[in-house]
């Protein structure tokens, strides 16, 4: 089985689709999946799926919309038994089990996680190629082509969250291997479309200082500087404006007599 969620969703078992075209039931599919291997309570289903709104006998089509999954499951494993082996009934829900690489975000997690460890242990090579390795299972924005619930919504929220702090730490990480040069056109690039990210300004600018363009980190400052500003009324963060006082002040000592 393979499921992603870090980008359209989608489910496949032996390149078979799983997935129902009904959105409820596929909702339920994205919840159960980025739980797998755990129950999820039927309470949860129907809080991700009707909220509020839920009818006093949701549960009830709770279980249809499982039944459906199954039977979806049942024809592409060729084998209706077995789906009751993959999707299973627990006391008071339901949980997937599939391996931990079937599902991208585990495998995502997972990645983040083994990274971390690595930059405490002093392995910056290392960390890099796991943060990119992550980095890569993303093609979208998650759950894509669903509208998560509050469920859901939480979990989209927090990978979210993570996959920008996953790219600062690795191109943090890659600054400090000297890929200074390298990183300039895609820290170009995400500053224009992140234009009051100051953490990845501050990037930019040093991936520019230590390519021997301080101008040009003085000038990412001034323009970053000027939006915030004009936008919201705000100075840069006192770390971005010591960034810019630093890059100055060589500026200044290396510049012509």
């Given at each position: 089985?393979k499921i992603?969620?870090?980008?359209?969703f989608?489910?496949t078992?032996d390149?078979?689709p799983i997935a129902?075209?009904a959105a409820k039931?596929r909702?339920i599919?994205?919840?159960?999946?980025?739980?797998?291997?755990q129950?999820?309570?039927v309470a949860?289903?129907?809080?991700?799926?009707?909220?509020?709104?839920?009818?006093?006998k949701?549960?009830?089509?709770?279980?249809t919309?499982?039944?459906?999954l199954r039977?979806?499951?049942?024809?592409?494993?060729g084998d209706?038994?077995?789906?009751?082996?993959?999707l299973?009934?627990?006391?008071?829900?339901y949980a997937l089990?599939?391996?931990?690489?079937d599902?991208d975000v585990?495998v995502?997690?997972?990645?983040?996680?083994?990274?971390?460890?690595a930059?405490?242990q002093?392995?910056?090579?290392g960390?890099?190629?796991l943060?990119?390795t992550?980095?890569a299972?993303w093609?979208?924005p998650?759950?894509?082509?669903l509208?998560p619930?509050?469920?859901?919504?939480?979990?989209a929220m927090?990978?979210?969250?993570?996959r920008?702090?996953v790219?600062?730490r690795?191109?943090?990480t890659?600054l400090?291997?000297?890929?200074?040069e390298?990183?300039?056109?895609?820290?170009?690039?995400l500053?224009?479309?992140?234009?009051?990210?100051?953490?990845?300004?501050?990037?930019?600018?040093?991936?520019l200082?230590?390519?021997?363009?301080?101008q040009g980190a003085?000038?990412?400052?001034?323009?970053v500087?000027?939006?915030?500003d004009?936008e919201?009324?705000?100075?840069?963060?006192?770390?971005l404006?010591?960034?810019?006082r630093e890059?100055?002040?060589?500026?200044?000592a290396?510049a012509?007599?």
């Amino acid at each position: 089985m393979k499921i992603t969620a870090l980008g359209p969703f989608s489910a496949t078992t032996d390149g078979v689709p799983i997935a129902p075209t009904a959105a409820k039931p596929r909702q339920i599919l994205a919840l159960l999946a980025v739980h797998a291997g755990q129950v999820v309570p039927v309470a949860s289903v129907i809080e991700e799926v009707w909220g509020a709104a839920a009818s006093p006998k949701a549960h009830i089509t709770v279980q249809t919309y499982v039944l459906q999954l199954r039977t979806s499951l049942g024809r592409a494993l060729g084998d209706p038994a077995a789906a009751r082996e993959v999707l299973v009934t627990r006391p008071g829900g339901y949980a997937l089990l599939t391996g931990p690489e079937d599902v991208d975000v585990h495998v995502y997690d997972r990645l983040c996680a083994d990274a971390q460890t690595a930059l405490e242990q002093g392995d910056d090579i290392g960390a890099a190629h796991l943060f990119r390795t992550a980095l890569a299972l993303w093609s979208g924005p998650a759950f894509g082509g669903l509208r998560p619930g509050a469920v859901l919504g939480l979990e989209a929220m927090r990978l979210e969250q993570s996959r920008a702090g996953v790219l600062e730490r690795c191109l943090a990480t890659e600054l400090r291997l000297g890929a200074h040069e390298r990183l300039l056109p895609e820290l170009a690039e995400l500053t224009t479309r992140h234009p009051h990210d100051e953490a990845l300004h501050a990037l930019f600018m040093t991936a520019l200082d230590r390519s021997g363009h301080p101008q040009g980190a003085l000038a990412v400052y001034e323009t970053v500087r000027t939006r915030l500003d004009e936008e919201f009324g705000l100075l840069p963060s006192p770390d971005l404006r010591r960034l810019e006082r630093e890059v100055r002040t060589r500026a200044a000592a290396t510049a012509p007599a």
